[in-house]
């Protein structure tokens, strides 16, 4: 007999995908907003530091307000949530690695991947 098992964190974060962060990925896109999403990270592009601002209290509330859930604040210095222009600073996600002209692996991805290979 066969059965299909969720842990209840997959089974979470399957209904968070769904249910709240979807709506909000799919409103961002509506309004033409460029962005790259992995589980509950995402990472969305703006054309100014203004809009991105603007963006940001677009999210913190629509989170808050209709799930009582809160983004970390911009003010933080933990990096969680930032407003970055890669042109300036280069930017990390999912071990891919953009400084604005080019995308490549991180060195410890490029170092695995090595590893792994067999000759």
């Known amino acids: 007999m066969?059965?299909?098992a969720f842990h209840k964190e997959t089974l979470?974060?399957?209904?968070?995908?769904?249910?709240?962060?979807?709506?909000?990925?799919?409103?961002?896109?509506?309004?033409?907003?460029?962005?790259?999403?992995?589980?509950d990270d995402f990472i969305v592009v703006f054309k100014s530091?203004?809009?991105?601002?603007?963006?940001y209290e677009i999210i913190f509330t629509y989170l808050?307000?209709?799930y009582s859930?809160?983004?970390?604040?911009?003010?933080?210095?933990?990096?969680?949530?930032?407003?970055?222009?890669p042109l300036e600073r280069e930017i990390s996600f999912l071990s891919i690695k953009f400084d604005g002209t080019n995308i490549c692996p991180s060195k410890e991805s490029l170092s695995?991947?090595?590893?792994?290979?067999?000759?």
């Open 2 to 4: 066969w059965e299909l």
């Open 12 to 39: 979470f974060l399957l209904c968070y995908q769904m249910f709240i962060y979807q709506p909000l990925i799919d409103a961002l896109k509506k309004d033409g907003y460029q962005l790259v999403r992995y589980a």
């Open 49 to 55: 530091i203004d809009e991105a601002q603007k963006g």
């Open 64 to 66: 808050n307000e209709k």
């Open 69 to 85: 859930l809160n983004i970390h604040p911009l003010e933080a210095k933990n990096g969680k949530t930032e407003i970055i222009n």
């Open 112 to 119: 695995f991947l090595k590893s792994t290979i067999r000759i």
